[in-house]
T-cell receptor
Framework: QKEVEQDPGPLSVPEGAIVSLNCTYSNSAFQYFMWYRQYSRKGPELLMYTYSSGNKEDGRFTAQVDKSSKYISLFIRDSQPSDSATYLC????????????FGQGTRLTINP | NAGVTQTPKFQVLKTGQSMTLQCAQDMNHNSMYWYRQDPGMGLRLIYYSASEGTTDKGEVPNGYNVSRLNKREFSLRLESAAPSQTSVYFCASLPGARPGLAGGETQYFGPGTRLLVL
């Protein structure tokens, strides 16, 4: 069993919809949780990060961590075609981002 | 400031051929990484270098070697390529000087090298 599980999709939604992306994990030692966005034929770039449990909001994006359930989510409000990308969750045990464990990535398409 | 650069962008090899993937960063970062990305598998760590002069194996090191040439450059070598090494390879770097995500410290990724082994 993988340490981090993420539904690869693909997920296709109409413009303006609320999108929910999720990951589950098995290792309770993970403390830092990240979401990366990867456009086609590009490298991943950091979108959101959170420490321990709780929510974090940045514009249209909200990251949520539930450590008791070993479950993290990324919500995108008022989704735009420019949000079409692959979204990867990543987790780390240590204080820095030295050793990241990635989910499989979810491919998201926002239809105009 | 170019960030993380990788060469080549695309390469086709025959089984048994060797090649070196090059990576360089101009951000004065301490740590560097090599990942491979395959459909449905996410990013898997091949090797990493926490600082100049050190290298360590990641999750999938078999069939690869690395060299941290200096603080800027970290190369990945395939000595005898196999079709199973067909993948997209990403290099990444991390400041690493003061651990902590409070400042948004994260791994910065290059644009990737697409490798096809026939």
């Amino acid at each position: 069993q993988k340490e981090v599980e993420q539904d690869p999709g693909p997920l296709s939604v109409p413009e303006g919809a609320i999108v929910s992306l999720n990951c589950t994990y098995s290792n309770s030692a993970f403390q830092y949780f990240m979401w990366y966005r990867q456009y086609s034929r590009k490298g991943p770039e950091l979108l959101m990060y959170t420490y321990s449990s709780g929510n974090k909001e940045d514009g249209r994006f909200t990251a949520q961590v539930d450590k008791s359930s070993k479950y993290i989510s990324l919500f995108i409000r008022d989704s735009q075609p420019s949000d079409s990308a692959t979204y990867l969750c990543a987790m780390s045990r240590d204080q820095g981002a030295q050793k990241l464990v990635f989910g499989q990535g979810t491919r998201l398409t926002i239809n105009p | 400031n170019a960030g993380v650069t990788q060469t080549p962008k695309f390469q086709v090899l025959k089984t048994g051929q060797s090649m070196t993937l090059q990576c360089a960063q101009d951000m004065n970062h301490n740590s560097m990484y090599w990942y491979r990305q395959d459909p449905g598998m996410g990013l898997r760590l091949i090797y990493y270098s926490a600082s100049e002069g050190t290298t360590d194996k990641g999750e999938v090191p078999n069939g690869y070697n690395v060299s941290r040439l200096n603080k800027r450059e970290f190369s990945l070598r395939l000595e005898s390529a196999a079709p199973s090494q067909t993948s997209v390879y990403f290099c990444a770097s991390l400041p690493g000087a003061r651990p902590g995500l409070a400042g948004g410290e994260t791994q910065y990724f290059g644009p990737g090298t697409r490798l096809l082994v026939l």
